[in-house]
């Protein structure tokens, strides 16, 4: 059996550095290559997406420029990579809200350092993929058939509406349905499938609201014109991981709006809590063995050469 993890991610000491510079609050668990490994081991995962951390690279004080922080923050995720390459892939990091230098940076991504695809934010500084000004970047990702992780900020400037309670309880999956809401009716999904966009928990409350999303079409029509297929049939282009979602009541809604075939694994690493014993998400046994091992190894469609291991 082989188990790969869509959804871990690391904190390269370069970004922690800026980040405390900047005098930003980082709620990142101590991160290492070797707890990570250690992780990994425990939990028989074979191998492992590492995305950076989720704050982005424009945030004041940090004493770089976002792109030199993001040019910094994937020469080290490289070198992560390259440490271990049978058992480690590698998402870069974008200067967004910056398309052009974003540009720039996803040239060097691919063509110098070798990664295995982007990570990129719901949103930043108010700007959501699939926004027209996105449009540069995502013909370039559609062009070399790109591998993106749609993950929620972690450092959002917008305020949260109930601050007694943490932005990742509701304000994160609900973030994540903004922007695959725009994805779909920007036309951003039917213009280039060439880009495999994988969403961050499940889609955070993307399935759970199909229909809803889907009647906004219904209701506007001219809303359809950019959605030939259909708002249901770009639902199920997306790929969702089940990082903070390994329970039945998450999995059955997404397996029943997407399908099985679109669902792959993820823990969250280093966010999640620790479950006890050699299982990473006891809370998917209601699969079966058969169903669960398939779900373990699905990440072939994403990074086929740690599947290929």
């Given at each position: 059996m082989t188990r790969i993890d869509t959804h871990i991610h690391h904190l390269s000491p370069v970004y922690k550095d800026a980040m405390d510079h900047a005098g930003v609050f980082n709620p990142s668990p101590p991160w290492s290559r070797e707890t990570t490994l250690g992780f990994m081991d425990h939990f028989h995962i074979d191998g492992a997406v590492m995305a950076p951390a989720p704050y982005g690279t424009h945030f004041d004080g940090s004493g770089?420029?976002?792109a030199d922080l993001a040019r910094a923050c994937n020469e080290e995720t490289a070198d992560l990579v390259r440490s271990n390459p049978t058992r480690f892939a590698g998402l870069a990091v974008l200067p967004l809200p910056d398309v052009e230098a974003s540009l720039a940076e996803l040239?060097?991504?691919?063509?110098d350092l070798g990664l295995d695809g982007v990570l990129m934010l719901s949103s930043v500084r108010g700007l959501y993929p699939g926004d027209s000004q996105m449009t540069p970047l995502f013909e370039e990702l559609d062009r070399r058939n790109s591998y993106v992780f749609l993950h929620p900020n972690a450092f959002s400037e917008a305020p949260?509406?109930?601050?007694?309670?943490?932005?990742?309880?509701?304000e994160y999956p609900f973030d994540t349905t903004r922007a695959v809401l725009n994805l779909i009716y920007s036309g951003t999904m039917s213009a280039f499938p060439g880009v495999r966009i994988q969403l961050a928990h499940l889609g955070g409350t993307a399935p759970f609201l199909a229909d809803r999303i889907a009647s906004f079409g219904r209701m506007t029509p001219e809303a359809l014109e950019r959605v030939p297929a259909g708002v249901l049939s770009q639902l199920r282009a997306f790929y969702y991981d089940t990082g903070?979602?390994?329970n039945e009541f998450a999995f059955a809604a997404a397996e029943r709006t997407v399908g099985f075939d679109r669902l792959v694994f993820g823990t969250d690493w280093p966010y999640l809590d620790m479950p006890e014993g050699t299982d990473p998400a006891p809370g998917l046994d209601f699969?079966?063995?058969?169903?669960?091992?398939?779900?373990d190894s699905a990440a072939g469609a994403l990074v086929p050469r740690l599947s290929a291991k």
């Amino acid at each position: 059996m082989t188990r790969i993890d869509t959804h871990i991610h690391h904190l390269s000491p370069v970004y922690k550095d800026a980040m405390d510079h900047a005098g930003v609050f980082n709620p990142s668990p101590p991160w290492s290559r070797e707890t990570t490994l250690g992780f990994m081991d425990h939990f028989h995962i074979d191998g492992a997406v590492m995305a950076p951390a989720p704050y982005g690279t424009h945030f004041d004080g940090s004493g770089m420029t976002p792109a030199d922080l993001a040019r910094a923050c994937n020469e080290e995720t490289a070198d992560l990579v390259r440490s271990n390459p049978t058992r480690f892939a590698g998402l870069a990091v974008l200067p967004l809200p910056d398309v052009e230098a974003s540009l720039a940076e996803l040239g060097r991504v691919y063509d110098d350092l070798g990664l295995d695809g982007v990570l990129m934010l719901s949103s930043v500084r108010g700007l959501y993929p699939g926004d027209s000004q996105m449009t540069p970047l995502f013909e370039e990702l559609d062009r070399r058939n790109s591998y993106v992780f749609l993950h929620p900020n972690a450092f959002s400037e917008a305020p949260n509406p109930l601050p007694q309670y943490p932005a990742w309880v509701v304000e994160y999956p609900f973030d994540t349905t903004r922007a695959v809401l725009n994805l779909i009716y920007s036309g951003t999904m039917s213009a280039f499938p060439g880009v495999r966009i994988q969403l961050a928990h499940l889609g955070g409350t993307a399935p759970f609201l199909a229909d809803r999303i889907a009647s906004f079409g219904r209701m506007t029509p001219e809303a359809l014109e950019r959605v030939p297929a259909g708002v249901l049939s770009q639902l199920r282009a997306f790929y969702y991981d089940t990082g903070l979602c390994n329970n039945e009541f998450a999995f059955a809604a997404a397996e029943r709006t997407v399908g099985f075939d679109r669902l792959v694994f993820g823990t969250d690493w280093p966010y999640l809590d620790m479950p006890e014993g050699t299982d990473p998400a006891p809370g998917l046994d209601f699969l079966g063995p058969e169903k669960r091992a398939q779900l373990d190894s699905a990440a072939g469609a994403l990074v086929p050469r740690l599947s290929a291991k």
